[in-house]
């Protein structure tokens, strides 16, 4: 069992930056790649950057690539997922997973099946 908690969204205004965070839980930390998604209203769950174990390699969805940035730090057990330039249509929920299995690559990370356990969410709003 992995147990995933998400913080760090909020109402904030365009062209700022935010941190969101994600600890965990339960496995060793090193063991299994982290991804981000995201899910606006009235649209389905996507991917926007994944990590992988050792946190050497970082995947980005098109749309995430320039603003985004994704990181973990083994010692605090956290995923973190930098978005720079908040945009409105950034306003999602945001998600943090963790991928259990040792597929290694782009295409082991997009998918929602691709992941295991998942954090409960955090709410990004952007106005302008």
């Known amino acids: 069992q992995v147990q995933l908690v998400v913080s760090g969204g909020g109402l904030v205004q365009a062209g700022v930056s935010l941190r969101l965070s994600c600890v965990a839980s339960?496995?060793?930390?090193?063991?299994?790649?982290m991804g981000w998604f995201r899910q606006a209203p009235g649209k389905e769950r996507e991917f926007v950057a994944a990590i992988d174990r050792s946190g050497g390699s970082a995947y980005y969805a098109d749309s995430a690539k320039g603003r985004f940035t994704i990181s973990r730090d083994g010692a605090k057990n956290t995923v973190y997922l930098q978005i720079d330039t908040l945009k409105a249509e950034d306003t999602a929920v945001y998600y943090c997973?963790?991928?259990?299995?040792?597929?290694?690559?782009?295409?082991?990370?997009?998918?929602?099946?691709?992941?295991?356990?998942w954090g409960q969410g955090t709410q990004v709003t952007v106005f302008s």
């Open positions: 339960g496995r060793t930390f090193s063991s299994y790649a």
């Open positions: 997973a963790a991928d259990l299995d040792h597929c290694v690559g782009y295409g082991c990370y997009v998918g929602n099946g691709d992941y295991d356990y």
